[in-house]
Nanobody, 115 residues
Framework: QVQLVESGGGLVQPGGSLSLSCAAS????????MGWYRQAPGKERELVAT???????NYADSVKGRFTISGDNAKNTVYLQMNSLKPEDTAVYYC?????????WGQGTQVTVSS
């Protein structure tokens, strides 16, 4: 059984920074991709950033230049550094692993950007 555990969400003022991490436990092999998605109230879940094949990185246009995704396959962990946060970044953030020919999701962590 694979489980993803996220940490690092919270409340931050506009312009501030937060770091998220997501560690996968269980029998993980053949990681195809790791990533972060988010869902704001009343909106659909959307892609934030992904790493595919260990090297191909993709960002949503709305976070380019502000967010940085990184991964550590040896630790089965993916990170998201979020800088210059804006109120519109407020959402529940979910990590995602494509591994073992399946898709796994974390439980979600709340990020709130407000003064």
């Amino acid at each position: 059984q694979v489980q993803l555990v996220e940490s690092g969400g919270g409340l931050v003022q506009p312009g501030g920074s937060l770091s998220l991490s997501c560690a996968a436990s269980g029998s993980i092999f053949s990681i195809k991709a790791m990533g972060w998605y988010r869902q704001a109230p009343g909106k659909e879940r959307e892609l934030v950033a992904t790493i595919s094949g260990g090297r191909t990185i993709n960002y949503a246009d709305s976070v380019k230049g502000r967010f940085t995704i990184s991964g550590d396959n040896a630790k089965n962990t993916v990170y998201l550094q979020m800088n210059s946060l804006k109120p519109e970044d407020t959402a529940v953030y979910y990590c995602n692993f494509e591994a073992n020919w399946s898709t796994y999701w974390g439980q979600g962590t709340q990020v709130t950007v407000s003064s």
